[in-house]
């Protein structure tokens, strides 16, 4: 079962799980990129990581993070 969604529901502006043709998946947003990115005033759909453009097909939410256990 798989919960990848067309990219065009996507919501704007929070880091998703993104899938793109080339087999790539990646935590991307739709953004600005900032200071030291390719095209920084070029707003669009970006690696989290690397700032670098990509073209997602599909999207899916993050998993949460583990909850915090302590000793």
């Known amino acids: 079962m798989s919960d990848w969604r067309p990219i065009n529901t996507a919501p704007k502006g929070e880091s998703l799980l993104l899938f793109c043709r080339t087999g790539l ?3 991307g947003r739709f953004r600005y990129g900032v200071l030291r990115e390719p095209q920084q005033d070029v707003l669009a759909w ?5 700032g670098n453009f990509t073209d997602p097909t599909h999207w899916m939410p993050l998993l949460a993070p583990p909850e915090r256990s302590y000793p």
């Open 46 to 50: 970006r690696c989290d990581s690397s």
């Open 25 to 27: 998946i990646y935590v």
